[in-house]
């Protein structure tokens, strides 16, 4: 069974990574400013990574499947219902660009790293509000 206080900690984590993001970013120097894009890199990494953290320990719990790749989580919580095509499809995305900040299998270009910033933090929320509506409703909003 899925431990609702371990998968709470893990949701909080991710709020305070995405509130940091969007309160102490400065996206318009992502370019020129090394600790910034480090800063949003390594911050989103964490987000990314806790989003990975819950999915493979609700996948497990669940008895979802046996996943190839971490990718594959979130397929199996779709296939389950915990979240639409769309949304698997972007977390997906999101962990192989984790993958590359955190293995450097390339170059990350700054303006892949603010697209991130700017474009696709609200798929972490809806990662977020599709687990705490489907583990616990005593989770509700924090």
Known sequence: ???PG?????????ETYLRELR??????????????????????QLAIQA???IASHIVSDERLGEPRTNQEL???????GWFDDQLANELQRAVGF???LVHGYAVVEPALVRDVLDN??????????AVRTRVSPDLGEP
Do not use: W, Y
């Open 1 to 3: 069974m899925t431990d």
């Open 6 to 14: 371990l998968i709470a900690k893990k949701l909080a984590l991710i």
């Open 23 to 44: 309160t102490l970013a400065r996206p318009e120097v992502i370019d020129s400013d090394v600790r910034e894009r480090r800063f949003v890199e390594h911050t989103l």
């Open 51 to 53: 989003c990975q953290d």
């Open 74 to 80: 979130f397929e199996l919580l779709r296939a389950d």
């Open 98 to 100: 984790r993958n590359i």
């Open 120 to 129: 696709h933090l609200g798929d972490l929320d809806a990662f977020v509000a």
